[in-house]
Nanobody, 125 residues
Framework: VQLQASGGGSVQAGGSLRLSCAAS????????MGWFRQPPGKEREFVAAIRWNGGGTSYSDSVKHRFTISKDTAKSMVYLQLNSLRPEDTAVYYC???????????????????WGQGTQVTVSS
């Protein structure tokens, strides 16, 4: 399994970005795909997750109603739409894949066995 994140950049507060995660591997049918972020000087934190097969999404409270996670399984892509960006959203954003996770595990990085390289998002005030 390989994950490649892209789409980061620098925007002003209130702006938008769309992050993409290209996934490659034999199959992702039993996987959950997640986005995490690591702000400068802080620990990595959960942002959002989506089940590869079927429905189901989850968001952290800090991004709910501003960010949207989606997928295109035909293209093996996962997206994170970031709207109404705030300076506190500044971080390196990582996509991750975890096999066989139950919903209560989605927000914990320990369950994700595969990680992309990260893409920088910088929001200025």
């Amino acid at each position: 399994v390989q994950l490649q994140a892209s789409g980061g950049g620098s925007v002003q507060a209130g702006g938008s970005l769309r992050l993409s995660c290209a996934a490659s591997g034999p199959t992702f049918n039993s996987y959950v795909m997640g986005w995490f972020r690591q702000p400068p000087g802080k620990e990595r934190e959960f942002v959002a997750a989506i089940r590869w097969n079927g429905g189901g999404t989850s968001y952290s409270d800090s991004v709910k109603h501003r960010f949207t996670i989606s997928k295109d399984t035909a293209k093996s892509m996962v997206y994170l739409q970031l709207n109404s960006l705030r300076p506190e959203d500044t971080a390196v954003y990582y996509c991750a894949a975890g096999r066989g996770l139950i919903f209560s595990q989605w927000a914990y990085s320990d369950g994700y066995g595969y990680w992309g390289q990260g893409t920088q998002v910088t929001v200025s005030s």
